[in-house]
């Protein structure tokens, strides 16, 4: 321990200071990307609801894709995912972006945090539980109805007044468990669920401990579920204060060869390392490090807002487009029907000759091949 | 930069006396370890030549499998391969292990060494070239005659009389270009010439430029050919001091990343971080880091000679293992072969049959299926 010197210890404090200073100044010029990106889905929830709703009502959008998008889809907050083992540092990640503890969190080295929990923005402090969740208009969770009550009883939203709040929403997840255990103790579809939220989320966080790196079965399945979603993905390498700098080393390094391996992308996942709660450091080796990683870190999520605003521009424009071939294409089948008697059979022919369907309205529509279902 | 304190100015000076006290310790504990090594390799020599050697000749193994040994073959020094692109310092490195200059060495920044260049032992300072080489009994490079002239052109010994290299002998190769141009210029099978040598190298040291990471088609060959040897594969990220420590984690991230994918091993690869030569370091970050990973490294190579004999024996073992099966096969076949006529066809016969034959064989001797061709 080279660096244990009035120098080093004068940087502990600095680190603490620096922490709340860094989340004041997040707060500041938050409000003005929000402001932004507000305006930018309002605009684009307006001309969902006046123009494209009623075309995808018309020609049953709902029943071939996904179902229509209600309003809290668009006012939904930037939502951050977090994934890990149990007890990598989930819940106390949370607490220290936020700057304080929330309701119902629980710490600990057993498996702590059983259930997924939306910690979101609310004027009081309150925990509410699943199934009123689901069927909440003003909440975009009404899709996880279909994973059954033995979930939503494993679902809850812990709302409380924090600024950081005001501009997102974190999910927790129960720690991946290893093994057989984490399939039958859970009653649900653990990988499943974790995909549901994936798809919605506007960054993916995945914790790993640096003390004690494991990368297990279940936890490898997560991650190939999260495969459409590399864009979105960062890794977190926490408590990389409780080894010293060589050690480190080898665990980053062991991480990266492991997720090289397992995600296909040539672009190397962005890993920040440090210990991200509100304890001093263990080994003081890394300060300067953890303290760039951390401020890289914070930047990422002011940018969450703005990130999240063009990401729902960019859903719309593939839903239209999907809408727009699909109402071709029904609108084509529905004018070959015949009027009265032998419509069974007509059917029949129809769905034995779509691929070739699918030329003819590409062709008379010039629609792009990509769009059409494959 | 935290750390351009006096603290650190100190350390400077203590990276460079500790290098030349460790290459004296290196020497000391070496003279044990080699006269050990020894001791196993002349009797496996002795064993070879009074035993094996004359199966072999008989049953014309080296027709079959590969040449018969010669004594170069067991009295050739431990070796260590040095593999990188252009300009990351392999030639530095070498005159950084060996503690001095070696006749021959060109260092800079554009492509310098041209050639295979085998660093060696020599009561004085000379040049060998390729070709009296490849024809010099006491020397193991007979086998790179199949590779022609216009490779042994490109080759050579240096010799210098250091103490180091009484008991290792270290290859310099021309730093791996990107694109065409490698294979074009060359004029003989770069990829195949690096084979032979990995075949035969005891370690094979991989080196990476920690300010310009790239690892282009033709290393990313190299690599792959490597594949049978992960066991010997150590890399070096050389040149680390010349970016600040979050740039080197970065950096040492996208190459275990891209390492991973490389290589199909789930154990993760051993990388020395630091900056191999005798300068002073540029950015002060990392240097207890450099310090303990050159330590480790230095430890590596001290286990050199033990680990060379160990693999001596069990190539030799493996070897045998060959030579005994394929004795039986011959004698079996050759029984089968009738005395006057119909040879042809008879020989035509057993060849469309040899599954067979390798069945019967093995059942009748109770050999091991594995050590049979495939």
Redesign the interface.
């Known amino acids: 321990m080279?660096y244990k010197?009035k120098?080093s210890m004068g940087?502990v404090t600095t680190h603490t200071v620096s922490i709340s200073k860094a989340r004041r100044t997040m707060a500041a010029s938050l409000d003005e990307i929000v402001h932004n990106s507000r305006a930018v889905t309002d605009g684009l929830k307006k001309m969902y609801i006046s123009k494209i709703k009623p075309l995808e009502k018309k020609y049953l959008f709902d029943e071939f894709h996904s179902p229509l998008l209600s309003e809290a889809d668009f006012d939904a907050k930037p939502t951050v995912l977090m994934i890990g083992q149990y007890s990598v540092g989930k819940t106390s990640f949370i607490e220290y972006l936020l700057g304080q503890k929330f309701p119902g969190a629980r710490v600990g080295p057993e498996p702590t945090t059983d259930r997924f929990m939306a910690v979101m923005y609310g004027d009081e402090e309150r925990i509410v539980p699943g199934n009123a969740l689901a069927v909440s208009p003003d909440l975009p969770y009404g899709g996880l109805s279909m994973f059954g009550t033995s979930f939503l009883n494993k679902f809850e939203a812990s709302q409380v007044p924090c600024k950081q709040l005001e501009h997102m929403t974190v999910i927790d997840t129960p720690g991946i468990l290893s093994g057989e255990k984490q399939r039958i103790s859970r009653g649900y579809d653990f990988v499943q669920v974790a995909k549901w939220f994936a798809e919605r989320a506007d960054m993916i966080l995945l914790l790993f401990d640096a003390h004690k790196l494991d990368i297990s079965d279940e936890f490898q399945r997560v991650i190939e579920v999260l495969k459409g979603h590399d864009d979105k993905i960062r890794c977190v390498l926490n408590k990389s204060d409780q080894i010293d700098?060589?050690k480190l080393?080898?665990v980053?390094?062991?991480?990266?060869?492991?997720?090289?391996?397992v995600m296909k992308t040539?672009e190397?996942?962005r890993?920040f390392?440090g210990s991200f709660w509100d304890q001093p450091l263990l080994f003081n080796?890394?300060a300067?490090?953890f303290e760039?990683?951390r401020s890289d870190l914070m930047s990422e999520l002011r940018k969450l807002p703005h990130n999240a605003a063009i990401r729902k521009v960019n859903e719309l424009v593939k839903r239209v487009r999907l809408a727009k071939v699909h109402a071709y294409l029904i609108g084509h089948l529905r004018d070959q029907m015949p009027m009265m008697i032998g419509k069974d059979r007509k059917q029949q022919e129809l769905i034995a000759t779509l691929p070739q369907v699918f030329r003819e309205v590409q062709k008379k529509y010039n629609l792009p091949p990509g769009d059409f279902p494959s």
């Open positions: 080279v010197n120098e940087r700098q060589q080393m080898r980053y390094g062991a991480l990266m060869w492991s997720m090289g391996k040539p190397v996942m890993v390392i080796d890394n300067a490090l760039k990683e």
